[in-house]
Each structure stands twice: as structure tokens, then as C-alpha cells.
């Protein structure tokens, strides 16, 4: 299995910006789909995006369509998500995961990373 380190988290204000970064390690990175997903207190895990290992294809949820953006370096071994223009409702632990195929269902992702916290505020 791949080992995944999420980072680039933090506390940020309302309409601005950060990167996540998923690290992978153990094994290239280009043999998986990659997906990111977010948990927020008290609500359950969601689909934020995903990605194909060749990045071809690419889906967002409704909530971030247009704001966020996953990209991939297989070379680096890493994948990224670009988030603008947050909002507080994006406050939320993010997770990257890895899958053998392109899929939205957490239950096919079979590596995760360990979290990274995103925090919005006013």
C-alpha cells in the first residue's frame, strides 16, 4: 500500500486561500486515482474531488465546483488541492486517499492520509 502525508493546512480568513498537499510514499504515486475528502464536527466524511492517476479525469462536489482545483505531480509523487475563495462551511478536517481506479466511493479508496485541519474564519 502507498503511505499518504497530508499538509498545508491552517487557520484562514474567509475568501482567501490555501494549498493541501498529499505526499505519497511506499509507492508511485501514478498507479492510483486520487481523491480528497473532508469531515466537518458532527457531519459525515464527503467527496470534496477526484482525480485520475493520468489526471484526465476530474470531478467536484457542487459545494467547491469552481472554487477548488486537484492537480497531480506524479513525477514528485504528490497531488494537490488548490482551494479559493473559501468559506466558513469549509471548515473541516481534509483527507487525501488513494484508489486502484477512478471511483467517488470512500469504500474504494484503500490508502488514506492521516488529516490535515482547515479552519475559515471571519
Known amino acids: 500500500q502507498v503511505q499518504l502525508v497530508e499538509s498545508g493546512g491552517g487557520l484562514v480568513q474567509a475568501g482567501g486561500s490555501l494549498r493541501l498537499s498529499c505526499a505519497a510514499s511506499g ?12 469531515q466537518a464536527p458532527g457531519k459525515e466524511r464527503e467527496i470534496v ?3 485520475s492517476w493520468g489526471g484526465a479525469e476530474r ?9 477548488f482545483t486537484i492537480s497531480r505531480v506524479n513525477a514528485k509523487n504528490t497531488v494537490y488541492l488548490q ?26 479508496f484503500e490508502s488514506w492520509g ?9
Open 59 to 67: 470531478y467536484y462536489s457542487d459545494s467547491v465546483k469552481g472554487r
Open 83 to 108: 482551494m479559493n475563495s473559501l468559506k466558513l462551511e469549509d471548515t473541516a478536517v481534509y483527507y487525501c486517499a488513494a484508489a486502484q481506479r477512478f471511483t467517488l466511493l470512500s469504500t474504494d
Open 114 to 122: 492521516q488529516g490535515t485541519q482547515v479552519t475559515v474564519s471571519l
Open 27 to 38: 509507492r508511485t504515486l501514478s498507479s492510483y486515482a486520487m481523491g480528497w475528502f473532508r
Open 49 to 51: 474531488g477526484a482525480i
